[in-house]
């Protein structure tokens, strides 16, 4: 069952899922 602070626990890890996504897209698309 979910409860307010499993949402927001949840929503905190894609958080920063995100940013690393983000980051490592623009190492990758950086040039050499």
């Known amino acids: 069952m979910l409860t307010a602070s499993n ?14 996504i983000k980051m490592t897209l623009a190492v990758m698309m950086a040039p050499d």
């Open 7 to 20: 949402v927001r626990g949840a929503l905190d890890a894609i958080d920063k899922n995100e940013e690393f």
